[in-house]
């Protein structure tokens, strides 16, 4: 009896790879930037991730069940967006407004547009997006690093009631007695004073700022993991970092007492974490390999451009929101030439 | 709007036309309720959009708007029906505005005298009636074809419903927004206003969650009705 001869198209071959086997391969990359969190922030880090991580799944299962896909919760992207949210948060943030940053990340910017595989733009910075409009004082209120007690107390301000205003913290950090403590993030004593963080305290993450944005190294090495795994496109957290620390080269040369070193720039704010675990969102960001360099050089040097020149201290944020906004047009500038088709004048590509 | 207004005058029937009311006319519920709920101007035919997201940061504005929108709508609509045979078709169009700006000049004088606060915040979108686009598109639909009293009917039906959608924005801008309703707090003195719903985002982000409900809400009502028809259509 002759076998069937069966045709399909290609590929033929296949690696045993998934979406959810991805996602939990990022997951496992983000838990020990995690980790080091809530080391060094100590309990409110902890609750603070465990919030946003829960609300954004909550939130995915509510909004898949009104659709009729089907539940996406299992596939672990939802789980990533909540981490991230987490991370870029300051560590005293009231858990409610955590709530209300993954509720609106997750249902503005991932459900409403159809979930995952549709979102124009990363859902956890469309939640810290949001609540930086919203509640502009309690996102750039920061406490102290390695603060002692940080796993028998909270954050005062962590525990607020629901839609009430945030206890101040100045406060309970005075009671700290740190020595040297003077609100403000390396970012901002740069911005502001002209003064540089030793950068060996600003790569092992020894400074103040938000929860899980400060051990540039570890993420950097966590990130590295990741790519050598091939579960992201190098290209787009390495052009963010050559875009920065490229654009940020000539005004350190011009004048190095005002503007920061392109290390300081790399090693300081969200920087590497947007780079390695945001920017590289597989669904926002462009498809070709030219398109992912120049959506990363995009990305680069405006974060660069806002933080030196714009009112806002750190810049990634809306950099990689941007990025994402125009990065369709960038895939479709850059799709490569089919092999043995003859290149397209303007005329005949009309259709 | 591109659709001719001939004047359905009643030339040809016997006698003098009838000038407010005509038993032939529809006045039905529908010709009040078509503009608060089935054709509503914001959430539905998506009219007026400009001083929707624009002055509904606080549900006092909301309200000054709506009524004074409602105002100019109702009472240009009457006196452009009762105009209606006598405006040649070629200048309509400039005949209405005169006859709106007329009204909105009257509303803009008239909240000026009772509130110099409500007329600081509304700003220039009470002078903004006039190219509003409810109330041309409710001039030129509605008032320059129908007698009196359907068009007060329908004109006043559809500035409730405008007013209406002001206010479901509004009252939710400022309770998010401010922690209070009408000026009257809710939450006392700790409530943590949400800054962006006093901002223009938040109007299109309100705007957008209430069409979302009402979408939501239209569509499971077609369905339903859809799911029982059929179950009838089989059970026949």
Redesign the interface.
């Known amino acids: 009896m002759p076998r069937p001869i069966e045709i399909r198209t290609s590929p033929h071959l296949k690696r045993a790879i998934s979406v959810d086997r991805i996602m939990r391969n990022v997951v496992f990359a983000l838990l020990p930037i995690c980790a080091f969190a809530v080391f060094q922030f100590g309990l409110s880090a902890l609750l603070l991730l465990l919030t946003t991580t829960g609300v954004a799944i909550a939130t995915e299962w509510f909004f898949s069940r009104m659709s009729e896909r089907g539940s996406t919760v299992s596939d672990w992207s939802v789980v990533i967006t909540g981490i991230l949210l987490g991370l870029t948060l300051p560590p005293g943030f009231p858990l409610w407004m955590a709530a209300v940053a993954a509720f609106v990340g997750v249902a503005l910017g991932k459900a409403f547009f159809g979930g995952l595989g549709y979102n124009v733009m990363n859902p956890a910075l469309v939640g810290r997006a949001f609540v930086q409009a919203a509640f502009p004082v309690a996102i750039t209120t920061w406490t102290p690093a390695f603060a002692p007690g940080r796993f028998v107390e909270l954050i005062p301000s962590t525990l607020t009631m629901p839609f009430m205003r945030p206890e101040p913290v100045a406060d309970w950090v005075a009671g700290l007695n740190l020595d040297a403590w003077t609100g403000a993030t390396p970012l901002a004593l740069q911005k502001f004073q002209h003064i540089e963080v030793p950068l060996l305290d600003n790569a092992l993450g020894l400074v103040a700022g938000s929860s899980g944005e400060t051990a540039s190294l570890l993420i950097l090495a966590c990130g590295l993991w990741l790519a050598f795994r091939r579960m992201l496109d190098w290209r787009i957290p390495l052009s963010v970092m050559a875009g920065a620390a490229l654009t940020a080269l000539p005004f350190w040369l011009m004048d190095g007492n005002l503007y920061p070193t392109p290390w300081f720039v790399l090693c300081s704010g969200g920087l590497m974490l947007g780079a390695w675990f945001m920017a590289s969102d597989m669904v926002a960001s462009p498809v070709t390999a030219r398109g992912a360099v120049i959506y990363g050089v995009f990305i680069g040097s405006l974060t660069v451009f806002i933080r030196l020149f714009g009112g806002l201290v750190e810049g990634i944020m809306y950099a990689i929101l941007l990025g994402n906004a125009v990065g369709p047009l960038i895939s479709s500038w850059t799709q490569p030439r089919i092999y043995g088709v003859v290149k397209k004048t303007r005329e005949s590509s009309q259709p | 709007m591109a659709e001719s207004s001939t004047p359905t005058s009643s030339a040809g029937k016997s006698g003098p036309a009838p000038i407010l009311f005509d038993r032939e006319e529809n006045l039905t519920a529908d010709t009040f309720l078509r503009g608060l709920w089935k054709e509503n101007p914001v959430f539905v035919t998506m009219l007026g959009m400009c001083p929707t997201l624009a002055v509904t940061n606080s549900a006092i504005n909301a309200l000054g708007m709506g009524l004074s929108t409602t105002f100019v709508l109702v009472v240009s609509g009457a006196l452009i029906s009762l105009l209606r045979n006598w405006i040649p078709k070629q200048v309509r169009i400039a005949s209405y505005i005169v006859i709106i700006a007329t009204f909105v000049t009257i509303v803009d004088y008239l909240i000026q005298a009772v509130s110099l606060e409500l007329y600081a915040a509304l700003g220039a979108f009470i002078q903004l009636i006039v190219v509003n686009c409810i109330i041309l598109g409710r001039a030129e639909a509605y008032a320059s074809k129908q007698r009196l009293v359907p068009t007060l009917v329908n004109s006043l039906g559809t500035g409730l419903g405008f007013t209406l959608a002001l206010l479901s924005l509004g009252t939710v801008r400022e309770i998010l927004g401010n ?1 209070s309703i009408l000026g009257i707090p809710l ?1 006392g003195s ?3 206003g ?4 006093i ?1 223009p ?1 938040g109007g299109f ?1 309100v705007l957008g969650a209430w069409m ?1 409900l009402f979408n939501w809400l239209r569509l499971r009502k077609e369905r339903r009705t859809a799911a029982s028809s059929g179950v009838t259509a089989h059970a026949g």
């Open positions: 922690g939450f700790d409530f943590q949400w800054l962006v719903m901002l985002p982000f979302m």
